[in-house]
C-alpha cells in the first residue's frame, strides 16, 4: 500500500502497473483506497499474486519492469509504503 496525498500522483502509480504483465505474475488487482479511517493514510492498494516465492522473489529483486516502477513511485511523492507477504490459508469466491 501507498501513502500519495495527491490525487493525480496516485492515478500516475496506478497507470504504472499496466506496464508490468510479466507471465511470473499470476494476478494483479490495483486501485485506490476508499476515504476512510481503517485506510489509515494509505491511498493506493495492490494485490500482486505469484505462483511461487522465487517468482516474487525475482519481481522483487531482479525484474527489469517493476525496478523501473518503484522509481516512477519514489518521484510521485510516497509518503509510506507498506508491504506484507502471506500464503492465503483459506479462500472463499462468488458462489
Request: proline share 6%.
Given at each position: ?12 502509480l ?9 507471465p ?10 476508499e ?20 517468482d ?20 510521485l511523492?510516497v ?17
Amino acid at each position: 500500500m501507498f501513502k500519495i496525498p495527491n490525487k493525480e500522483n496516485q492515478a500516475k502509480l496506478i497507470a504504472a502497473y499496466a506496464k508490468d504483465g510479466k507471465p511470473y505474475i499470476k494476478s494483479l488487482i490495483v486501485g485506490s483506497a476508499e476515504e476512510d479511517p481503517r485506510s489509515q493514510g494509505y491511498t493506493v492498494v495492490c494485490k500482486t499474486e505469484f505462483a511461487s516465492m522465487d517468482d516474487m522473489r525475482f519481481y522483487d529483486d531482479g525484474c527489469p519492469a517493476h525496478s523501473e516502477f518503484k522509481a516512477t513511485a519514489r518521484g510521485l511523492g510516497v509518503e509510506g509504503i507498506m508491504t506484507t507477504y502471506f500464503t492465503p490459508e483459506l479462500v472463499r469466491g462468488s458462489p
